[in-house]
């Protein structure tokens, strides 16, 4: 599996503080499955200690850490793009907090509170700045709790969007978040499922936890979205259009 959503990096976001505890992290990602791991700390003004002219630095040196602690797991730079930080943003700094550094894709976070007009507008701005966008975690958005079909427009104009494993694992009528997260897999609007994973003081599902919990609404294809869709938007490539459940049979047959 391929986790391009997690805050690995020690001491500079609100992820693990030291890296004894990247490390541990690091361990946990290992034992389930992860292959490889993007290093997203986020990009914006309430943590200034994440500079994208370190991130590179700052990777190499806990993968030093990870191969002398023997944990099997290759980290890639990258970064959380809060979108306002994003469009202040040289060209230079919108590379070096892309996936890997190729300068092809941007993992925007999803704003908490309800969202303005503007928001297609700027993430139009991003696109038309030669990236393409891969939306984090739209499901806790309360905007698109009251209309989902903001983001499947969002989606129909070319952004991706990656659903968290623990969204997945909410009870839909008990969660909005829940709900809208299989809503997104139901209608083909979930292109990757990430872990959001901060380390032990902030709870996540395990990506191999989500994955089980998409196979039960498109079956096998819920690997497609830790595997080929991922592996692709690292290699700088297109993502897959995402799997979707199965038309529902109905239970009303006409009589003869």
């Known amino acids: ?13 609100d992820g693990p503080a030291t890296t004894e505890e990247s490390i541990e992290l690091a361990r946990t990602l290992a ?48 970064g959380e793009l809060d979108i306002a930080r994003g469009l202040e943003a040289s060209q230079e700094e919108l590379r070096l907090v892309s996936f890997g550094q190729r300068g092809v894709w941007l993992l925007v976070e999803t704003p908490y509170g309800p969202l303005t007009s503007l928001f297609e507008r700027q993430l139009f701005e991003l696109t038309i700045r030669g990236y393409k966008v891969l939306l984090a975690h739209p499901e806790r958005n309360p905007s698109f709790h009251e209309r989902p079909e903001r983001l499947e427009a969002i989606v129909g104009r070319g952004v991706a969007t990656q659903v968290t494993s623990s969204a997945l694992l909410r009870p839909p009528r008990r969660s909005r978040t829940g ?6 897999l139901e209608r083909g609007l979930a292109h990757v499922i990430a872990s959001d994973s901060h380390g032990h003081h902030i709870a996540r599902a395990t990506m191999g936890a989500g994955v089980e919990a998409a196979r039960e609404v498109v079956g096998d294809a819920a690997e497609q979205l830790v595997t080929d869709a991922p592996a692709a938007i690292l290699a700088g490539a297109d993502a897959p259009a995402p799997p979707m459940a199965a038309p529902r049979r109905s239970r009303f047959r006409l009589r003869r």
Do not use: F, K, Y
């Open 1 to 13: 599996m391929i986790d391009l959503h997690c805050h690995l990096l020690p001491g500079i976001d």
């Open 31 to 78: 034992e389930d499955g992860v292959l490889q791991v993007v290093a997203t700390p986020h990009v914006r003004a309430d943590h200034p200690a994440v500079v994208p002219a370190r991130l590179a630095a700052l990777t190499g040196e806990l993968s030093e850490a990870l191969e002398a602690a023997g944990v099997p797991l290759e980290v890639q730079p990258g």
């Open 179 to 184: 709900a809208l997260a299989r809503r997104m």
